[in-house]
């Protein structure tokens, strides 16, 4: 099974379009903060939510309950895909439905790889990937930047590292990020 949680409008030819709105239609109507969720567990080999994850969550144990829900129902070796809305972008800020920042970084925490690297060095990082029993690894990650950085980065006005710097310094650098995880567990 595919799952395009969050679906909208946006509806994708063999995926279980999913979403808690029923104008919108979906194939299954799911309020994705109520777990359980639906779905058996390894029953999904690919999940998108495309400008979702950021509605999802205002409250902590609500946010990692739907990870480990997300965790629960991949097959071993599923692949999430996930865009959002940069946290420092106003297209984040302007939406009173955006209710939890989603980073890089936040989700590299649900990495066991990860959290035992940090552990290892003395970084005092929440090992959520443990605490959480889930387990999942960042396979890529690419940002589009907004105007004016987009046209300056085409136009070779500015290097890669330039762009670094500016999206630690100002807000509306970058407008979109999309990060492709996979579930690591044990073969069923
Ligand atoms: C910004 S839209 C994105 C729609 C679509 N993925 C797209 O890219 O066009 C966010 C969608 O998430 C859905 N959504 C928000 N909270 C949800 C929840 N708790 N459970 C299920 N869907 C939810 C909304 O109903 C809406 O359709």
Redesign the pocket.
Known sequence: MRL???????KKAGWVN????PQ?A?DQV?????TPWPWADNSVREV?????LE??GASTDTYLAIIKELWRVCEPGAQVRI?VPHPRHDHYLN?P?HVRPITVQGLEMFSQKRNHEWQKSGKPNTPLGLYLDVDFEIVSFDVLPDEPWRGRLQRGEMQGSELQEAMRMYANVIMETTIVMRAVKADT
Do not use: I, Q, W
């Open positions: 395009n949680l969050g679906c909208g409008f946006d999913v979403d808690k709105m919108s979906p799911v309020d994705l903060e109520a998108e939510m495309r400008h979702v509605h999802l865009v939406d439905t």
